[in-house]
Each structure stands twice: as C-alpha cells, then as structure tokens.
C-alpha cells in the first residue's frame, strides 16, 4: 500500500511506495534530436542539468509549435500523483504548470513551459539587481508565488536564483520552477535531506533538521534576495546553521530589515500572530512592500509569547515540581544544570515533547532541535546543554550556567570571581567549566549585544518621553508668557512652569545617571568593556594551544578583569592581601630580609612549581597588567 507522506504543517510532499529502493544517482539519459517523449513532445537538444549535481538531465522539447521543458529524474522513485495532479490544475501564472509526467526509458520524467528568457541565476551571472527592481519586480512576483504554491498545499523546498525564472507572458514577472519532486522518503515518514534534496547555502535551519514549514519558503527568498543584491550568499554552507545574516555597507536599511525579517530562525511561536517574534511570511511581506513599520523579529521582548499555546507541553515532573509550559521548564532546567542535563541526555525531554494526542509542530520543532544538538559533534555535554535552553527559549534573559543562573553580565562575574576565590577545588572547577561553556557556545556575547540593544532602546524611549514632556513645558511657557502681558494675575503659573522645568531637569539628570548606572551594571566591568573582553576570551579558547593547560589561570584572569577586582587573597596563614604588585613585593623583600627559609615558604602559597605561577596569582597579575608568560612555561 503507498503511502502519502505529510510534513508537520500537512504539506503534500512525496508518496512512494513501501517497497521503493533508495539508490544513489543512476546513469545520465542521452536523448537524440527526433526522440518523441510519450504524449507527443519531439526532443529538440540537450539544455543542461536542473541541478548543479546533476540530479536530473533536461531536454528542450516541441509539440504543437510550443516549447517545452523535460527534465528526467535521475533517480529512482515514484513521484507524488496527488502533487503531480495539483501542479497539472494550478492557476497561478507564476508557478510553472506541469503538462505531463510519466516513465520513458527508465527514467520518471515531468514537462512544462520552456522559460525562453532564462532564470534569475542566468541574469546573476551578468549583473546583480537593483534595491528598486528587487522592491518593484522581484518581491512582489515571489511573494505570491510562493503564496499561491502554499495555498494549494505545497511547498518548494528548493527557492533558489536558478528555480526562478523570467516569465515568457509579462516582462518581469516571475515563474517558479522545479518542487522538490524527487526527494526520498524512508518508511519511517521522514524526509531524508541530502545535496540531492535542497541546496544548502538557501536552506532554513529547521530543514537541516528534516522539519518543513510554508516559513521555510520564506527564508529561503530571503538568502535569495541577499545574493541579487550582493552577487553572493550570505555563508558557506558548513555555517549557514548557526551564522546571522550582517548588513553589507551598500546594502540599504529597508531592505536589510526584510531580509532579517524572513531569515529569522526561531520558529517557537509560529502560531502566535501577535507576537513579534515570528519569521515573516506572506502577510509581513506585504506590509513591508506598503511601507508600514514593523519590528524585526528577535528585536522585541514580548512576555505574552509565554501564553503561547504552542508552548503548552503534557506535564512534566522536574525537581518535585510540576512543569506545563516549556519556558518555565528551560527557566528551572537553567538553575537545576545537572539535573536538568539528565533529563536531556537520557532523552527525556525530546520524548516528552513528542508525547501526547495533541502534538503540535512547534514541539515537534523543538524536540527536533533538542535531537540536533545532543546528536552534534565537537562540544561538550555543558556546551551542548546550554545551546539546547537557549534553542528552546531564545528571549530568555537570564545567563544560565553550570554554577546557576544570573541576571546580569556584572552578577555573573562577581560569581565568577566569588567561585574562584574559593580554596574548593570543585568550586573552582565550576568556575572553569561555566565561562568555557559561555565561550564556546558563543551565548555570553549575544547575551551583551542583546542587553545593549535593549539598553539602548529603552534610552531612546526614554529620551523620546523627555523631549515630549519638555515640548510640553514649552508650550505651556508660551502660552504662560502671553497671558501674562496681558494679564499680570498669571506671574503664579510662570512661576509655577519653572518649578516644573527645574523638577523635570532633575528628573532627567536623574534618569541619565540610572541609564549609565544600569549599562555599567549590564555591559561594563571598571574601565574594561565586558563584550571586547568576551571576544578576546572566545578566540583565545580556540587558538590558545595551552589553553587546556592554564584554563585554571585564565578563567582566574578572566574574573579579575572582568570585575575589575584588584585584591588577591593567597591564603597565607596571617590572612594577608594585595592590592596592587607594589606590595607584594614589599611583602616579600620583607620575608627575605629576615629568614630565607620563611620567604621560601611564603612563596609556596604562590607558584606551583619553581617558575609556575599558581592560576589565582596568575589572573591577579595580569589583571594588573605584568607580563606572566615566562612563569607559566
């Protein structure tokens, strides 16, 4: 029995039968010029591969006096009948309608219209295009074309330059070509992903987790538009994962605005039209082509999104509390590191997103995240726990790590240095395995960017509120100082309006020293700017080749500099401390001017060996600017 296979949004994509072989690519068909193709099409010559790995040959054929495209499949399946038939009745003059399909030779094949003026990727080969042909012609013609594939219920799966393609009716309208037919399904439903199943650099991150939405489409038009307007795409494809698009310097505003707007890649609250926080699709498109603002997504904090109910999971038990929504999960997984580890690693929480009647897609998509990540290579457990809280609940704006959560960089940091100040080897080591993660996984530098955007933001705000009260005032003045030549009864409301003046100066010199206090709190560390300091930690963690060795000393460094912490605490039996290296070494030519062997035992609470610098006197150097390389060889 075949079986229909839908994606998680119930999107018609591929049938083929239980018993289909999935086979590697077979031998490249050779039609001569005369072969007629059942249904009457006459070869007319070779005009390429549909693909760049030559997943499929093309022929220019004629019938009737039309031209038409073939394109012979070069593997072996059986394609959908249900999508074949809806593409064969669509009426959108902007997707390519499919004649005919059928087996010739061995090989499945599917017809439609020869596009005479070629596809986008042809005229990318000569130039690129304009922000006013992309906003004028471009735009406009792949928005309702994908809207009317996903009305029929299809998705593409492969938007790209060379899928696009001139149309042959109006100058500069826009055909869409070539659906995905030839992807391979497994018995298990899933949707096998492979180079011969989409095109990676044009790939939303959801598909390289074999999970498909109409939001799909819309990314990929975005990575499209990005490459019209540069020549290029945006990222390799070894990173096209986990990179965010940055705005090139000739790239304009509006348009670097859509393209974040439809490369967004959180698909958490898909289903939550009021929350900003969602890819753009159809409708948003729109609005931007109308001109009407909208805010990006990933830029807006909307608490309400937490009453999303896609975010509802079945309850779960966790640290003898019952949990009903994934964000408060995250929240206490956060504070619960190891625990909450368990649940992960044993595969507990995919399992528990999957379960239940009502599964919807977005835990569906979440669990599959949860899979990607345990199942990725090169991090460790810790890395990898902190890249699933943050795939799962990207607004959250706590740092978790394996010693807790904070709600600052400055609290984090005095925990740090609290942590490494402890004579508790395992503290330490907490100490030292919560930066590494925060490192590697790149969370503790957007967590700064982040804070600083929202800091920036709310000054704005509040510079905005300023400026109307003050507009306010002013007219308020004026209209005082005119009622008052003609009536001197009014010099009590002047009086009064500057009392109001010097209250809202005060007010906003108040705020002022609020907004500094709160950045300093957010993004700074006494004089040494956290986010400068975060990427130098985060490229000296992959270049550093002793890093492994002295991770000890630079997480101690770390900590000084990060809080600006100038005390060292050695732990000598007096309970003495230094504040800067003046005194230390007072301290010490004062041990040596009375008993060698007394400064002999001194020295021990500093080096671990004769020219090694023990890790907290090590970042207690540095933070003080003393070159300590030579005692830690």
């Not at 180079?195 to 598909?207: D, I, N, S």
């Not at 206490?332 to 897609?361: C, I, P, Q």
């Not at 009260?469 to 009536?487: S, V």
């Not at 003046?582 to 020219?611: G, P, V, W």
């Amino acid at each position: 029995m075949d079986k229909t296979v839908l994606n998680t949004s119930g999107k018609t994509e591929l049938n083929t039968p239980e018993n289909a072989e999935v086979s590697d690519l077979i031998e490249s068909i050779d039609l001569e010029e005369g072969t007629v193709i059942p249904g009457g099409f006459v070869v007319k010559k070779r005009i390429g591969s549909a693909f760049a790995n030559g997943e499929a040959d093309v022929f220019l054929c004629e019938k009737d006096g039309h031209g038409y495209a073939a394109k012979f499949f070069r593997r072996k399946i059986l394609l959908n009948t249900r999508l074949t038939e809806k593409l064969k009745n669509i009426r959108s003059p902007r997707v390519a309608k499919i004649y005919d399909t059928g087996e010739f030779y061995d090989r499945y094949y599917d017809i439609y219209d020869f596009y005479r003026r070629g596809s986008l990727a042809d005229t990318l080969h000569k130039r690129t295009f304009s922000f006013e042909e992309l906003k004028e012609q471009i735009i406009p013609n792949l928005n309702e074309a994908l809207h009317d594939l996903h009305k029929e219920g299809i998705l593409h799966r492969d938007v790209k330059p060379s899928n696009i393609m001139w149309s042959n009716e109006t100058q500069g309208d826009l055909v869409l070509i070539d659906f995905g037919l030839s992807s391979v399904v497994r018995e298990s439903h899933s949707i096998i992903v492979s180079k011969f199943g989409f095109t990676a650099y044009y790939a939303a991150p959801e598909v390289l987790r074999n999970v498909y939405f109409d939001e799909s489409d819309y990314y990929s038009m975005g990575i499209v538009l990005y490459e019209l307007f540069t020549g290029k795409v945006p990222f390799s494809e070894e990173n096209s994962y986990t990179s965010i698009i940055t705005k090139p310097g000739n790239m304009p505003d509006e348009l670097y605005t859509l393209i974040l707007g439809l490369t967004y890649h959180d698909l958490s609250f898909r289903h939550d039209k009021d929350n900003p926080n969602r890819r753009w699709t159809y409708d948003e498109v729109n609005r931007w082509l109308a001109g009407e603002e909208q805010p990006i997504p990933g830029q807006v904090k909307y608490e309400a999104a937490k009453t999303d109910s896609g975010r509802k999971i079945p309850p779960i038990s966790f640290c003898q509390k019952q949990y009903t929504d994934i964000d408060s999960l995250v929240f206490a997984m956060g504070l619960n590191w190891e625990v909450g580890k368990y649940l992960v690693f044993r595969g507990r929480l995919a399992e528990h997103l999957r379960s239940g009647k009502d599964v919807t897609d977005t835990r569906i998509y979440m669990a599959s995240q949860v899979d990607d990540i345990v199942n990725g290579v090169g991090y460790d457990n810790d890395v990898k726990m902190a890249n699933i809280l943050y795939a799962l609940c990207p607004d959250v704006d706590y740092l978790f790590t394996p010693m807790g959560g904070f709600d600052s960089v400055s609290t984090f940091g005095d925990a740090l240095f609290e942590a490494c100040g402890s004579f508790s080897g395992n503290v330490v080591q907490s100490a030292v395995c919560s930066l590494e993660t925060l490192l590697r996984s790149g969370i503790l530098e957007t967590y700064i960017k982040k804070t600083r955007e929202q800091n920036e933001t709310e000054k704005q705000e509040g510079r905005a509120e300023q400026t109307d009260r003050k507009e306010l005032t002013d007219q308020k003045e004026q209209t005082g100082q005119a009622e008052q030549k003609e009536n001197a009864e009014q010099t009590d409301n002047t009086e009064q309006t500057e009392q109001q003046e010097k209250a809202d100066r005060t007010e906003q010199s108040d705020k002022e020293k609020t907004d500094k206090k709160e950045d300093t709190k957010a993004t700074k560390a006494a004089g040494e700017d956290a986010l400068s300091l975060v990427e130098e930690f985060e490229k000296r963690i992959i270049e550093d080749r002793e890093w492994n060795r002295n991770r000890e000393a630079y997480t101690y460094e770390f900590a000084y500099r990060l809080t600006g912490n100038a005390v060292l605490n050695p732990g000598l039996p007096d309970g003495k401390t230094f504040s800067d290296i003046e005194e230390l070494k007072a301290y010490l030519m004062s041990k040596k001017s009375r008993d060698y062997r007394e400064l002999y035992i001194t020295c021990a609470h500093f080096l671990q060996s004769e020219r090694r610098l023990k890790p907290r006197v090590y970042g207690w150097m540095k933070r003080h600017g003393y070159n300590t390389e030579n005692l830690m060889s």
